[in-house]
């Protein structure tokens, strides 16, 4: 039974606290217990709230991520979340490089749960692109795709 899940992208100001604020919504939605939270894998953004030009995408779909704020993922998190989702293909190499060793497999791509390919399609940060509607879509995919598998 999944306990926990922690998302995780670059600053954790765009696609994490996304993920995070779907996903509550849907386990609410769901009637799931689950603990959750975001991550960054830098500490450029620590203690701010999510880019407000996402946090305003993410509340004309109905979630509300204005009262999340950006952490540096911790050494101790493999220990204390079941599952650690990646947005794309560079966080997965830096998760690497922070836990070299994975048993659990735990860490993977979240749009890997979509088409169940470990070489799935990256969510593009938004936070560069400038396209926060695409993310979130592809975001809302993975996380509901997720839900799915880990419930069946």
Partial sequence: MV???LFVCLGNICRSPTA???FRSKIKTKGFKI???SAGLTNWHEGHPPYEPMKNTCENYGYNISDLRARIIKKEDYR???WILAMDDQ???EL???Y???PENKIRKITSFIDGSLNSINVPDPYYTGDYEASL???EQAVEAFLNQIFE
Avoid: M, Q, T, W
């Fill in 3 to 5: 306990k926990s899940v």
């Fill in 20 to 22: 995070e604020g779907i």
């Fill in 35 to 37: 603990r959750h939270d």
């Fill in 80 to 82: 204390d979340f079941d």
């Fill in 91 to 93: 966080n997965i190499d």
């Fill in 96 to 98: 690497k490089n922070i």
């Fill in 100 to 102: 070299p060793s994975d």
């Fill in 137 to 139: 879509n592809l975001i």
